[in-house]
């Protein structure tokens, strides 16, 4: 049903642009120094590799994004790759205010998690000079998380040009995981980033972190806790 509802979106928004739309794909590939998402590390706090592919039509998009991860394993799953599958449509409600609205499904190939770690959210977005604020909802049990469906996360991020091309992106977010885990799940995380296009290759430095559950979001491989506050480094091609 999950993939269904991404397919449906795709075919339809497909079918109903005009002729005269203006089709392109994008590439990109990448490595951090540590794949956090939402704040929590997603490889033990070890790096990742990272690409994808877009495609644009007007305010329409679609595309697909890959990961290596490691939490899967280390809660007793079998997956050691991401595949994110989303689509949308981004367009202008009014001279400077903007909206983006889709869908977006997380995708660990035979994960073996009960609950599955497999989730689907619907997400919209207003943006408004540098900052953009978002909500996303899970339709399904939201990244392994028992009776989890109905979580959200809301968060509000901005950026800025600082220097000599430099941009400087703030950002604060919210978890909320329904269910029985909820007390110990939920959290804020929150960062820094600034980062620099260097005739397409973006690097980036962040100071990242979040308040969650040192209990919870622990390895059980290592102990380690995974949203604790550290500086991430990356690299990005797009072409």
Known sequence: ??????????VLALTSLPATSYAQFAF????????????????RVKPALQGGVDFSAGGLYLGLWASNIKWIEDFGG??????DLYGGYKGELSP????????LSYRYPSNKLNPSANTTEVYGALTFGPATLK???????????????????????AGFEVWDGWTLAPHIGHQKIKGPT????????????ASKDYSGFVVSAG???????????????NGKYLGKTSLVVGVKKTF
């Open 1 to 10: 049903m999950k993939k269904a509802l991404l397919g449906f979106s795709a």
């Open 28 to 43: 990109n590939v990448g490595a951090v120094s540590d794949y956090r998402y939402r704040g929590i590390s997603q490889t």
């Open 78 to 83: 079998d997956a050691g790759t991401e595949i």
């Open 96 to 103: 400077g205010l903007n909206y983006d609205v889709g869908v």
């Open 135 to 157: 909500y996303s909802h899970a339709l399904t049990d939201t990244f392994g998380n028992p009776d989890s469906k109905n979580s959200y996360y809301l968060d509000l991020s």
């Open 182 to 193: 909820s007390s110990f799940s939920s959290y804020t995380d929150y960062s820094l980033t």
């Open 207 to 221: 100071i990242v972190g979040t308040d969650a559950d040192k209990t919870f979001y622990a390895s059980p491989a």
